[in-house]
């Protein structure tokens, strides 16, 4: 098995439909998937992954400047990579290429941009939204997130092999 990478041509599928393997394994066309409208005005998502026995999901998230500042908690450890634009809240201001874990337990509400943001998330155990008063507005966790993504049509790439 060559694993150097240096292998020449090989004859890789076409590019312009999902993967599926027996094993669980997938490839996602992201290009062949929906925006979801997501929890607040001017936010959209891909859901690229997910497992339930984790209470986990692996989505791009689509914010336009227009969206509220909306205080929440995250119940379980958010990692995301910025691809563009960017925010920022107390801890500080991520642009494209930054990294950042936003750990569980806390709460805060980011301010977009004003070219907006696109970010690869990766959340653990849910996300929960706060109303003005104090209580929760909403909780979005991997149901919900599964839920509005097939509502949408956007659901085919993970519906063909189980997701533990
Ligand atoms: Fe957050």
């Not at 060559?2 to 669980?24: F, I, N």
């Not at 992954?49 to 509220?68: G, M």
Request: glycine share 12%; hydrophobic share 40%.
């Amino acid at each position: 098995m060559d694993v150097s990478g240096a292998s020449e041509s090989k004859a890789y599928p076409g590019r312009d439909s999902h993967e599926y393997w027996d094993d669980g394994s997938i490839i996602v066309r992201t290009n062949k998937i929906p925006w979801t409208p997501w929890a607040l005005e001017g936010t959209y998502f891909k859901l690229l992954d997910y497992s339930r026995n984790h209470s986990y999901f692996v989505f791009l998230l689509k914010i336009e400047a227009s969206a509220p500042k909306a205080v929440h908690k995250h119940i379980g450890a958010a990692n995301a990579y910025i691809l563009q634009g960017g925010f920022g809240y107390e801890k500080g201001g991520v642009r494209a290429g930054d990294f950042f874990v936003e750990a569980g337990g806390i709460d805060h509400a980011p301010e977009t941009d004003e070219d907006g943001c696109i970010l690869l998330g990766f959340t653990n155990g849910a996300v929960a939204g706060y109303n003005d008063d104090g209580s929760i507005a909403g909780i979005i966790d991997v149901d919900w997130m599964v839920e509005q993504a097939k509502a949408n049509g956007a659901f085919d790439h993970l519906s063909k092999v189980p997701r533990g």
